[in-house]
Each structure stands twice: as C-alpha cells, then as structure tokens.
C-alpha cells in the first residue's frame, strides 16, 4: 500500500470518527445510483439519455454547520470514487427539514483533487451544485433523489452545462 493510500485513509477515518464529535458536524455515507445523465448545450439541442446498467457510486460528505435548526449552512467536503478513481472537493451547503423531508442543495468545486488511477490537484471555475431531497426513515437513514449539474464557465457560459440524476440511501452521524 503507498504513502499516500495511508494518509487518504486515516484522513477519512479521522472526519468519519473524530469530527461528527462536534455537534454542529454532520457526516453523510452514501451509495449513489445514476439513472439518467444529459448535456444541455446553448448551440444545439440538448441530449439525454437514461441509463441502461446500474452501477453504485459511493460518497462520503462532511460539513459543519453553522446553526444546527432551520435552515443549516454549513461549508465541508464531498469525496465520490468509482474505485479506480476517486475525487475530493470543498462543498457549501444549505439543508432544511420538513417533516420526515430532508431538502438540501450545495455546490462545490473550485479545487478538486483526484486519487487512484490519476492523482492530481486540479484548480480551475468548474462547479457542481446539487439538489436533493430525502425521506428520513430515522434519524440516520434515508433516501431520496437528486439532480447534480457540471458548469464550466471557463469552457462555455452558463447555458451550456451537464447533468445527472440520480437516486440515492444515505446514511446521516
């Protein structure tokens, strides 16, 4: 195993047991199953299809919340990988309950850094809001589903953008 296999997993085991400590922290471990997926683009007409094969994509999300009642603010970090490779980003997010509803939106970005089969920091105005909602069956366990976006300004303006859908089951320390 490297270096830095070891320091990536004590990293996670250190915001998975150490930080939901604090009470304002919240982790979230979730798999992911994609069913449809688009690009929208200002110049053509906007292509999407659904998604012929099921395929898990597992997510880890910490945030801190600055308020723990209403509607929570809280800045954090998102780490998706599809096992060969894995990417890490900062995320800001906004959640609210209603009833057994979790509603939740963030965006990330700005710096993502890559693990596995390509390892790099990158920088750059590329960004992935996303909005979700899901019914809590405790107060761990949930599902729901999404919609995250990919905007990359610096390629093309707003207009142009792609898109996923996805369902998820998340669990909530």
Excluded at 19 to 36: G, M
Excluded at 50 to 55: Q, R
Excluded at 76 to 81: H, N
Excluded at 108 to 131: A, K, M, Q, R, S
Aim: proline share 5%; charged share 15%; aromatic share 18%.
């Amino acid at each position: 195993m490297g270096k830095k296999t070891v320091v990536i997993g004590l990293i996670v085991i250190l915001l998975g047991v150490v930080l939901p400590a604090a009470a304002d922290s919240q982790v979230d471990i979730a798999i992911h199953i994609p069913y449809y997926v688009g690009v929208e683009a200002e110049d053509a007409e906007g292509m999407g299809a659904a998604l012929e094969y099921i395929f898990p994509v597992p997510d880890f999300k910490y945030n801190y919340f600055f308020n723990e009642s209403g509607i929570k603010l809280g800045v954090g970090a998102r780490l998706f990988t599809v096992i060969l490779e894995s990417m890490a980003y900062p995320i800001v997010t906004l959640e609210t309950d209603v009833g057994p509803f979790t509603l939740s939106g963030h965006v990330g970005g700005g710096v993502f850094l890559f693990f596995g089969l390509f390892n790099d920091i990158g920088t750059g105005h590329y960004y992935i809001p996303e909005v979700s909602v899901a019914y809590r069956f405790s107060e761990s366990f949930s599902i729901g589903t999404g919609a995250g976006f990919f905007f990359a300004p610096e390629a093309a303006n707003f207009s142009n953008f792609g898109y996923i859908g996805d369902v998820f089951a998340r669990f909530t320390f």
